[in-house]
T-cell receptor, first 113, second 117 residues
Framework: AQSVTQLGSHVSVSEGALVLLRCNYS??????LFWYVQYPNQGLQLLLK??????LVKGINGFEAEFKKSETSFHLTKPSAHMSDAAEYFC???????????FGKGTRLSVIA | GAVVSQHPSWVICKSGTSVKIECRSL??????MFWYRQFPKQSLMLMAT?????????EQGVEKDKFLINHASLTLSTLTVTSAHPEDSSFYIC?????????????FGPGTRLTVL
């Protein structure tokens, strides 16, 4: 079974500041890890994913995340926040095969001018 | 990436009526699709797993007789909310598994917002 814990339901940063959204996972099998962004009244957009290989994963819009097995973490970062980054962010985990994604509760990112 | 469509994108219906939502994989064949539900300001919760040609597998607490799932072809799964009530108002999102990606990547549809009056 898999689960995801996102620390902080709401994170607020100033424009230009570092964005750090925390995600810890639990998985009994090697995990596939994902970050999605959701803007109000819209569907999910994939930011980045880790399946195998390099543990530092770069995604769209300047975001990146690092898979740390020893810490069971997959935190999302962006060096400089932009107003357009304000949205809801979901971390998700799944195993191999046709297993569904399990989502964290989400973190709402606010960017202050 | 692969494209998954949902129809309709939004629907308003009266209490007691049934609503059908379609999920289509446009450029790949999906033997497995998943249906999720998202209530306002909450996360996505898996409702059921839909496998082509077989009965859907429902998560605990999801009424199979209320949420009818049919996966009649490799590119189409439908979710029918029967006798809808206001508490069924939610954002319904499907995802389809593309077996051709090597790690069974899932692609999400844009979602269907259901409002039951």
């Amino acid at each position: 079974a898999q689960s995801v814990t996102q620390l902080g339901s709401h994170v607020s940063v100033s424009e230009g500041a570092l964005v750090l959204l925390r995600c810890n996972y639990s998985s009994s099998v090697p995990p596939y890890l994902f970050w999605y962004v959701q803007y109000p009244n819209q569907g999910l957009q994939l930011l980045l994913k880790y399946t195998t290989g390099a543990t530092l994963v770069k995604g769209i819009n300047g975001f990146e995340a690092e898979f740390k097995k020893s810490e069971t973490s997959f935190h999302l970062t962006k060096p400089s926040a932009h107003m357009s980054d304000a949205a809801e962010y979901f971390c998700a985990v799944r195993g191999s095969g046709n297993t569904p994604l399990v989502f964290g509760k989400g973190t709402r990112l606010s960017v202050i001018a | 990436g692969a494209v998954v469509s949902q129809h309709p994108s939004w629907v308003i219906c009266k209490s007691g009526t049934s609503v059908k939502i379609e999920c289509r994989s446009l450029d790949f064949q999906a033997t497995t699709m998943f249906w999720y539900r998202q209530f306002p300001k909450q996360s996505l919760m898996l409702m059921a797993t839909s496998n082509e040609g077989s009965k859907a597998t429902y998560e605990q607490g999801v009424e199979k007789d209320k949420f009818l799932i049919n996966h009649a072809s490799l590119t189409l799964s439908t979710l029918t909310v029967t006798s809808a009530h206001p508490e069924d108002s939610s954002f319904y999102i499907c995802s389809a598994v593309d077996p051709g990606t090597g790690y069974n990547e899932q692609f999400f549809g844009p979602g269907t917002r259901l409002t039951v009056l």
